[in-house]
């Protein structure tokens, strides 16, 4: 399997504008995550999926964040409209939770977002 | 108070010394408990996980568990400079939480 594959890699947006990141998980698992990674803050979970219905959108940190999964092997995280304190790594991770799994997340290489 | 705390480091240990990561987490229903290595650039990878008392062992890796302390500690023996990287310390309970991490330089 490829792994989770994120697109793009880098994204340098201007502030105001949107920005779509996009998430294909490894195919067969049940649950998706987003997360946003900053040197002040870490690893935070944004949402996270199952079966592609959103669970918990409790970390999203305001309404410029929406995220979708229109289907088993598609997702997006969209913010709009970006401001730089936006600027952060976004992971999308997924995970197989029927063996036990829910936890054991495979992550894809990041979309490094700079806003400016 | 943060969810799971851990020192951010820098940690340097010589090659073919133990290295010792720390842990600690505040929510005691906590019941898993993960150790994410990150190299620099790189997205996070599982290397261990936790859910009893005790240690757990997977090759040059220790996983120890104490949930009375709320105390998770991951044990490298034989650093190599290979392992230099970011540990990420996850805790799963009510929420899934993890550590800022903690970053390791193995000096040869």
Same mark, same amino acid.
């Given at each position: 399997?490829?792994?989770?594959?994120?697109?793009?890699?880098?994204?340098?947006?201007?502030?105001?504008?949107?920005?779509?990141?996009?998430? *294909?998980?490894?195919?067969?698992?049940?649950?998706?995550?987003?997360?946003?990674?900053?040197?002040?803050?870490?690893?935070?979970?944004?949402?996270?999926?199952?079966?592609?219905?959103?669970?918990?959108?409790?970390?999203?940190?305001?309404?410029?964040?929406?995220?979708?999964?229109?289907?088993?092997?598609?997702?997006?995280?969209?913010?709009?409209?970006?401001?730089?304190?936006?600027?952060?790594?976004?992971?999308?991770?997924?995970?197989?939770?029927?063996? +036990?799994?829910?936890?054991?997340?495979?992550?894809?290489?990041?979309?490094?977002?700079?806003?400016? | 108070? *943060?969810?799971?705390?851990?020192?951010?480091?820098?940690?340097?240990?010589?090659?073919?010394?133990?290295?010792?990561?720390?842990?600690?987490?505040?929510?005691?229903?906590?019941?898993?408990?993960?150790?994410?290595?990150?190299?620099? +650039?790189?997205?996070?990878?599982?290397?261990?996980?936790?859910?009893?008392?005790?240690?757990?062992?997977? +090759?040059?890796?220790?996983?120890?568990?104490? *949930?009375?302390?709320?105390?998770?500690?991951?044990?490298?023996?034989?650093?190599?400079?290979?392992?230099?990287?970011?540990?990420?310390?996850?805790?799963?309970?009510?929420?899934?939480?993890?550590?800022?991490?903690?970053?390791?330089?193995?000096?040869?």
């Amino acid at each position: 399997d490829a792994g989770v594959i994120q697109s793009p890699r880098h994204e340098v947006t201007e502030m105001g504008q949107e920005v779509t990141l996009r998430c *294909k998980p490894i195919s067969g698992h049940d649950y998706l995550f987003w997360y946003r990674q900053t040197m002040m803050r870490g690893l935070e979970l944004l949402i996270y999926f199952n079966n592609n219905v959103p669970i918990d959108d409790s970390g999203m940190p305001e309404d410029r964040f929406s995220a979708k999964m229109p289907n088993a092997s598609f997702s997006t995280l969209k913010i709009q409209p970006s401001e730089p304190r936006d600027s952060a790594v976004y992971f999308c991770a997924s995970s197989l939770a029927s063996t +036990g799994g829910f936890y054991i997340q495979y992550f894809g290489a990041g979309t490094r977002l700079s806003v400016l | 108070q *943060k969810e799971v705390e851990q020192n951010s480091g820098p940690l340097s240990v010589p090659e073919g010394a133990i290295a010792s990561l720390n842990c600690t987490y505040s929510d005691r229903g906590s019941q898993s408990f993960f150790w994410y290595r990150q190299y620099s +650039g790189k997205s996070p990878e599982l290397i261990m996980f936790i859910y009893s008392n005790g240690d757990k062992e997977d +090759g040059r890796f220790t996983a120890q568990l104490n *949930k009375a302390s709320q105390y998770v500690s991951l044990l490298i023996r034989d650093s190599q400079p290979s392992d230099s990287a970011t540990y990420l310390c996850a805790v799963a309970g009510n929420q899934f939480y993890f550590g800022t991490g903690t970053s390791l330089t193995v000096i040869p």
